[in-house]
């Protein structure tokens, strides 16, 4: 549970600060919250059924096309959540790329290692 709580605290300070560097963004501190929660809950839901319905463009346009899955969310997320505000596309796929990569690096740095299971190969040679 702490896990969750400070990754959602890291995931609405990247939130923040991309606000501040993109034009077109804004969001205020409490709404930052609720606005990081709201897209973690889109991307686990509705995320995966959009990839799946948009399949074969994503294909055509070799991936390409997933960045404009996440902008469409990201702008989803702003519509939803009031103190969040993205104006245009080209913001909303600005701010999906860094808060993908924001989110990439706090999942990365939250990592537990210690817990993971390693497993071992034992090789046995035979000589003759």
């Known amino acids: 549970m702490l896990r969750f709580l400070v990754r959602l605290a890291l995931n609405a300070i990247a939130l923040l600060i991309i606000a501040r560097v993109v034009p077109g963004i804004s ?6 919250v609720i606005a990081a ?3 973690g809950a889109l991307n686990a839901v ?8 948009t399949l074969p ?3 055509l ?3 390409l096309f997933l960045f404009v899955v996440n902008a469409a969310l990201f702008g989803l997320a702003a519509w939803l959540v009031p103190g969040f505000a993205v104006r245009g596309f080209g913001a909303a796929l600005v701010g999906s790329i860094l808060y993908t990569i924001a989110g990439w690096i706090t999942g990365h740095l939250l990592r537990d290692d210690h817990k ?3 497993t071992q190969t034992r090789v046995t040679y035979i000589s003759r």
């Open 27 to 32: 969001v205020e501190p409490v709404p930052a």
């Open 37 to 39: 929660l709201v897209l």
């Open 46 to 53: 509705m995320r995966p059924v959009l990839i799946l319905l």
């Open 57 to 59: 463009v994503t294909i």
């Open 61 to 63: 346009t070799l991936g």
């Open 116 to 118: 993971r299971i390693h």
